[in-house]
Nanobody, 122 residues
Framework: QVRLVESGGGLVQAGGSRRLSCAAS????????MGWFRQAPGKAREFVAA????????YYADSVKGRFTISRDNAKNTVYLQMNSLKPEDTAVYYC???????????????WGQGTQVTVSS
């Protein structure tokens, strides 16, 4: 079992940066693939990024590739999402998520945080 708590959301101007954090509880955090999803108003939740248990591999949605960076610190049980060059269309609730495999973590993970709002103003 993994419990996830996001932080770092807020209001940012277009072109700005923001770093989201996700603190995980549970001793098995380092064995989970961790990811970020987002849901904009009126839209379905979508995959943003994921990172392997070791941190050696990262995966990104095309819409954020080159602007967002996912990382993790297994010693701190924390995963991060560094968001640069933010656009108004990045406005969404961002969710941290995790599961045992890449396939599940990038599509239908079992473990979710409560979400944190990111609003990008133009």
């Amino acid at each position: 079992q993994v419990r996830l708590v996001e932080s770092g959301g807020g209001l940012v101007q277009a072109g700005g940066s923001r770093r989201l954090s996700c603190a995980a509880s549970g001793r098995s955090f380092s064995t989970y693939v961790m990811g970020w999803f987002r849901q904009a108003p009126g839209k379905a939740r979508e995959f943003v990024a994921a990172i392997s248990w070791s941190g050696g591999s990262a995966y990104y949605a095309d819409s954020v590739k080159g602007r967002f960076t996912i990382s993790r610190d297994n010693a701190k049980n924390t995963v991060y999402l560094q968001m640069n060059s933010l656009k108004p269309e990045d406005t969404a609730v961002y969710y941290c998520a995790g599961d045992r495999t890449i396939g599940l973590a990038t599509s239908n993970p079992n473990y979710w945080g409560q979400g944190t709002q990111v609003t990008v103003s133009s």
